[in-house]
């Protein structure tokens, strides 16, 4: 049975080169805290166009959060702008690329793709596009959910900071 | 005139996809209490045990309420409540 959200599942995300390499910069600027960030683009359309660094207010190797004033500041610039998250991306600096826990739990973006970057092996940073998306339990189910992710499942246990 | 309470995509689901709700009140807590009446379950998001949840931004006029008082934070017909849940994790 064809289900509705088969067409975002053949979907690909495309995030542009430049864009990939600045998440990585970034994710190196800040070692060891964790960096976070944003590209967002036109509204609907699933498209990546510009790269915003965010600060992240907890300052930690182990979180981040973006700073609520600068948030707030970039949700203007979008909605005067038609424009919306299409990735959100953090980086991880002593583990893998891999979804925590609390990534799962706090991931409040139904529209958004999610992005680990690793700084974890000094000098061999890696990315990959993660599949974790807002719980569909509680509200808004995802169409991102179904998205591969070349992590094993089993692997789950072991992220939890 | 009311209070526009403008509602984030994943809460979407309470106000029947509506981008934006409006209520009256003269806090914010009054506010969220009017809305939830017409959209039963969208305080709950928001409010947890009297208090913001921690993992939700509420801004009025462009000020966030946690340094406005918080669910007491004065609200007044023509202002603009912005619902944003926080990005962050581990």
């Known amino acids: 049975m064809t289900r509705a959200i088969a067409p975002s599942v053949t979907a690909v995300l495309k995030i542009a080169r430049e864009h990939v390499d600045a998440m990585i910069a970034h994710a190196r600027d800040d070692h060891p805290d964790e960096a976070c960030g944003v590209i967002v683009g036109p509204e609907g359309s699933d498209v990546p166009t510009r790269l915003v660094r965010m600060i992240n207010a907890e300052r930690s190797p182990t979180f981040f959060r973006f700073d609520p004033q600068e948030q707030f500041a970039l949700y203007k610039e979008m909605s005067a702008a038609g424009e919306e998250i299409v990735v959100v991306y953090h980086s991880h600096t002593a583990t893998e690329a891999y979804p925590s826990r609390t990534d799962i739990s706090l991931a409040s973006e139904p529209q958004a793709h999610y992005v680990i970057v690793s700084t974890a092996e000094s000098g061999a940073s890696q990315w990959v596009r993660s599949a974790y998306a807002p719980s569909a339990s509680s509200m808004v189910r995802s169409r991102r959910k179904r998205s591969t992710s070349r992590n094993r499942p089993s692997e789950a246990n072991r992220w939890q900071e | ?90």
């Open chain 2, 1 to 90: 005139m009311s209070v526009e309470v403008r509602i984030p995509t994943i809460l979407r689901t309470f106000t029947g996809g509506e981008k934006a709700v409006h209520g009256d009140g003269a806090t914010l807590q009054e506010v969220l209490d009017d809305i939830d009446t017409r959209n039963p379950g969208l305080k709950e998001r928001i409010v947890e045990s009297e208090t913001l949840r921690r993992f939700v931004n509420v801004y009025v006029n462009d000020e966030d309420v946690r340094f406005s008082g918080g669910l007491k934070a004065p609200t007044a017909d023509g202002d603009v409540v912005v619902v944003l849940p926080a990005v962050a994790g581990g």
